[in-house]
């Protein structure tokens, strides 16, 4: 197991946030000091998530494209939208972490996208930019989790990779619940490279 540094809650302010038009939830964001790669990564928690003892979490690395823009070419801002829905219905925390492209940053984000226009695939792209497939640290949200003092969670992820790394940063994953396929002409290429590269679950036709 690794060793996480400790982490301290910064600020907490309750937020409404919009589920879909004219329709709000209450939620509150966390802030942190101490995070190991300095990054502003916010924790967001919904309903009675921090009084469940084994709660509903997402990890969700930011999409610049997906979540604001609502690009076609990935599945980000629907499984986004799904697990806030699930959250706000059930209580749970979502972890908004500041790791675009899967860590390589938006500049390379959009660069691999050209290359994925050439022909590769979206971790074809990544290594021939000197990346590797999946190159996120996860001890950041093993640190927030650890500081709202959340040490067992059920996880909303149909990537494996974040379960093995969170238990290697002594957080304990009971059980994993998986979001919709959200298949679309687009990202069909995509998303089957997710589940031939990195062994995501998702039902690709």
Known sequence: MLTVAPARIRTTVSVPLQLSAGVFTPATVVTFHGLVDGREHLAVVYGNGLRQPKPLVRLHSECLTGDVFRSARCDCHAQLAESITMMAAEGGVLLYLRQEGRGIGLYNKIEAYRLQDSGMDTFEANRALNFADDPRDYTVAAQMLQSLGKTEIELI?????????????????YRQRL?????????????????EHAGHTIRVE
């Open 157 to 173: 992820s149909n990537n494996p990779k974040k379960i093995e790394r969170l238990e290697e940063c002594g957080i304990t994953v």
């Open 179 to 195: 979001t919709s396929g959200h298949v679309t002409d687009a990202n069909r290429a995509y998303l089957r490279a997710k589940v």
